[in-house]
Every structure is written in structure tokens, then in C-alpha cells.
């Protein structure tokens, strides 16, 4: 999979936004929030009530692709990022 291509489909990342931090795209959300908030044992619909502008099916795919990147890696199926 790549990884990158396949992201930037739900993430952007410009210095003109948070200079250049990764965000959700057509927001100025940073990606990172979210693993804030799942790591601080927040659930997904949490994070999406306190951030409105972020597509649901945005967060679950940029979830879902992390996810999948993860297991290729553990399964030494992967390809360049």
C-alpha cells in the first residue's frame, strides 16, 4: 500500500496550514488530536463532537489506513510509504 498517496485523500499538509502540520483536510485540525484523544481513552465520537468540522468517514479511514500500514509492517508485507 502506498500509504502517502492513499492519505491524501483525508489529510492535508501545507505550510500555508499550522505550518505544515498534518490536518484533516478542509479543516485545521491536526491529525495528532486524534491519537490524543484515543490515547487519553477518549472514543472517536468524543473527538468528533469537540471537533465538528472533521468528516466521521475521514477519521475512520486515516484510523483504518494507519491501522492497515501497521500490520504490513509486522508482517514484513510493506511497501514504500
Do not use: C, H, W
Request: overall charge negative.
Amino acid at each position: 500500500m502506498n500509504l502517502k498517496s492513499a492519505l491524501n485523500k483525508y489529510v492535508t499538509v501545507s505550510s500555508d496550514i499550522l505550518g505544515g502540520t498534518p490536518v484533516f483536510k478542509n479543516t485545521r485540525v491536526p491529525i495528532k488530536i486524534l491519537f490524543d484523544y484515543l490515547q487519553g481513552g477518549d472514543n472517536l465520537q468524543e473527538f468528533l463532537d469537540n471537533y465538528p468540522t472533521v468528516e466521521k468517514t475521514f477519521a475512520q479511514k486515516v484510523l483504518e489506513l494507519l491501522a492497515v500500514y501497521v500490520i504490513e509492517i509486522e508482517t514484513g508485507n510493506e511497501t514504500a510509504a
